[in-house]
């Protein structure tokens, strides 16, 4: 799985875009830990908050100038 993340996230490279690498935040926990349900593969609650930390994290990491005018 980690090989097909990594040729998403270098193809955005390519394409200008800086993508938020989230996996490592999941990697390890056990899939029912985070999903809705067995069947219903949305994130619970800790499955969000693992990948809103890693999208702030990331958003944190991008150029002052990014975040300019917010």
């Known amino acids: 799985m980690a090989e097909f993340y990594d040729r998403v996230a270098q193809s955005a490279q390519?394409?200008?875009l800086s993508p938020v690498h989230s996996?490592?935040?999941?990697?390890?926990r056990k899939r029912d830990a985070?999903?809705?349900?067995?069947?219903?593969p949305h994130p619970n609650a800790e499955g969000?908050?693992?990948?809103?930390g890693a999208l702030e994290?990331?958003?944190?990491?991008?150029?002052d100038s990014c975040h300019a005018g917010f």
Do not use: I, K, T, Y
């Open 14 to 16: 390519a394409l200008g």
């Open 23 to 28: 996996l490592p935040s999941v990697v390890g």
């Open 34 to 40: 985070l999903w809705v349900g067995r069947v219903d």
């Open 48 to 52: 969000h908050a693992r990948f809103a």
């Open 57 to 63: 994290a990331g958003l944190r990491g991008l150029p």
